[in-house]
């Protein structure tokens, strides 16, 4: 029936893209816009009984078997043996240490999880969310449209019970899970890999067979043979809160991924997660409940806000299916974090021509162009992906920074802009647009940037620096000093921060002065004194001075001799000063 039906639409797919193939542009932009507001589920048209008033979005779909947005072309699928005729010998290496690879990973897998039959078959209820516009990155001609891949067990049938979950998290916590931190992106969580915390994994081992595999094997059946084929990897139990609040939007390295709730939803405020194509609501769970997905949709874990949010995160090999996309983009990326930059562009390259429409392929290659400085074809990736997921946050800033690049200041602040509407939590983005907007001396706009920058990362060293620059250009050096102050908590900054402030403070102390303030001078003076040394101190005891440090350093150095002997005249004008006053007397 599957196959069937996905045949069915394959057909329409092809009349419908002959018959429409001279569309007019906005008759484009219509049903662009349709199909777009159709993948964040907002589409008046219904699925399936309006099958034929659904086909013209059909076109936009991405992926194999689809369609150009932009274009009434269709693509066919790729066969490996002709890609291999077609790209030679080092393309047919790379596909052989892929599936070297992916054997290796399994047989690992196995060694630590449970590889094996399941008990029984799936059985929870799940609603399903749309995926958006691109099919998984791999095996992309399995899945047929629509694309409603992301499932998540409904409240009353949720994947374990209330008391399993809080059992898994007092094992858990029994063998120091919060002893371990765990990074995403820009972000920091509590917890800890699987592979340290034995008797969580042991659970986790049974809960593969009785559970997990029987699921996932009934809602997966494009891609899952059968429970023996599935391999888990990168394993975590995690933990939000207040201090450790989120993760970045990513996708995940893995073909499926899976995310279980193990808090009441009453013990925490805010958490949850959100996908980047179907806005900022999040797909919540009760305890216990579990979101089985495609790995490649970007996604993130909403910010928490009070109270602790426990969840089981867990990737999925297929023993049967090597994931080639998702293997050539990492070893790409590899190579690009090592300078090689050919070896890299010919990795996405490779990994474009198995999927046309993968997105991070594109993205990935757009990042090398960069890197190599050809700006033209980082803006031509850039926009494609952009095509294919129009709401993708960092595309839009990565195309920020290409059109910054080519002095299109304008471009760039749209750009950037249009990022911050979908992920304003981003303190980076801020503080690049506030570069943009100073360069076209928009202060205002600059000023309030570094303001939302510092709002979502209050120790932001880069963004207080500046913001206490921009604030001394306009002379007023009371608030710039207060900013240089908050920056030198950011070792990263401290030594500049130190530098900038003893400047300002020096400016203070002049003026009070002037105004016959002299005691108000000798304060401000000891107190910058005392933080520049402190922060000298700091710089050589934590070895923060990096390649610029020692400048700094030396800058901060003079600054100490500036400030004393400032602080000995002011003192010396004080002390004349109640001299002349005594012959008042
Ligand atoms: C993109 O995001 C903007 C701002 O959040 C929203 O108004 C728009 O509808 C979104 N478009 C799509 C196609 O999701
Ligand atoms: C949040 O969790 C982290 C890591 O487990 C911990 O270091 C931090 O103190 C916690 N924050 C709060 C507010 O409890």
């Known amino acids: 029936m599957q196959s069937f039906t996905s045949l069915l639409f394959l057909v329409l797919f092809l009349v419908l893209c002959k018959s429409r193939s001279e569309n007019t542009d906005s008759d484009l932009d219509t049903q662009r816009s349709d199909f777009l507001n159709w993948q964040r589920g907002i589409s008046k048209i219904k699925l399936p009984s309006a099958l034929l008033n659904s086909a013209p979005i059909l076109k936009f779909r991405g992926g194999d078997g689809g369609c150009e947005p932009a274009s009434s072309t269709c693509t066919s699928p790729v066969e490996l043996d002709d890609l291999i005729e077609k790209l030679g010998s080092e393309f047919k290496a790379a596909i052989e240490l892929n599936v ?3 054997e290796e990973d399994c047989r690992k897998s196995c060694e630590i999880f449970y590889c094996g039959e399941g008990e029984g078959e ?4 799940y609603r399903s969310y749309n995926m958006g516009s691109v099919p998984p990155e791999d095996f992309q001609n399995e899945f047929s449209f629509p694309l409603n891949l992301i499932r998540v067990t409904e409240d009353s049938s949720t994947l374990l019970t209330s008391s399993e979950a809080k059992n898994l998290v007092k094992v858990a916590e029994s063998e120091g899970v919060l002893n371990g931190e765990y990074k995403s992106g820009k972000y920091k969580l509590g ?3 699987l592979e340290n915390l034995p008797k969580t994994l042991s659970l986790f081992n049974s809960l593969l067979k009785t559970h997990i595999y029987p699921e996932l094997t009934s809602q997966f059946p494009q891609i899952i043979s059968s429970p023996t084929v599935l391999r888990p990897h990168s394993v975590a139990l995690l933990r939000y809160n207040s201090t450790h609040p989120r993760t970045d939007t990513h996708v995940d ?6 995310t279980l709730a193990l808090s009441y939803s009453g013990d925490f405020k805010g958490g949850g997660t959100y996908f980047e194509h179907l806005g900022k609501e999040t797909v919540d769970m009760e305890i216990g409940g579990v979101t089985f997905r495609p790995g490649s949709v970007r996604h993130g874990g909403s910010k928490v806000t009070e109270g602790e949010r426990y969840i089981l995160g867990a990737f999925m090999l297929i023993e049967d299916k090597v994931e080639h996309v998702r293997r050539l983009k990492n070893r790409g990326a590899k190579f690009r974090g090592e300078r090689k930059l050919e070896d890299a562009k010919r990795h996405f390259e490779w990994a474009l021509e198995l999927n046309p429409k993968c997105v991070t392929c594109l993205k990935d290659l757009s990042e090398v162009y960069l890197v190599m400085e050809d700006l033209e074809n ?7 992906a952009l ?12 195309l920020g920074v290409i059109l910054s690049k080519k002095e299109d200041v304008s471009g760039s602040i749209t750009a950037y802009e249009n990022s911050l509407k979908i992920n304003e939590d981003d303190h980076e983005l801020h503080y690049n647009l506030a570069l943009k907007y100073a360069e076209v001396g ?3 706009k600059e000023l309030t940037c570094y303001e939302n920058a510092v709002n979502v990362k209050p120790d932001y060293g880069p963004a207080l620096l500046n ?11 009371d608030e710039a000093s207060v900013k240089f102050r908050a920056a030198l908590i950011d070792t990263e900054v401290t030594l500049k921060a130190a530098v900038n402030l003893a400047t300002v403070d020096n400016l203070r102390a002049n003026r009070l002065a002037v105004g016959g303030d002299l005691g108000g001078a000798v304060e401000v003076l000891k107190g910058s004194l005392e933080e520049v040394k402190k922060a000298i101190l700091e710089g050589a005891v934590d070895k923060i001075v990096g390649s610029e440090g020692g400048e700094y350093l030396a800058k901060a150095r003079k600054m100490v001799v500036e400030l004393s002997v400032m602080l000995g005249q002011v003192r010396n004008r004080e002390e004349r000063s109640d001299e002349h006053h005594e012959y008042l007397n």
């Open 191 to 193: 917890g800890d890999w």
């Open 467 to 477: 913001w206490g620059s921009a604030l001394a250009e306009t002379e007023n050096y």
């Open 100 to 102: 070297k690879e992916h």
């Open 253 to 258: 390295n893995g073909i499926l991924a899976m």
């Open 387 to 398: 095509e294919f997921i129009p709401n993708d946050s960092d595309g839009l800033f990565s």
């Open 442 to 444: 928009s202060k205002d």
């Open 122 to 125: 799936g059985s929870r209820e």
């Open 378 to 384: 980082a803006e031509l990736h850039i926009n494609k």
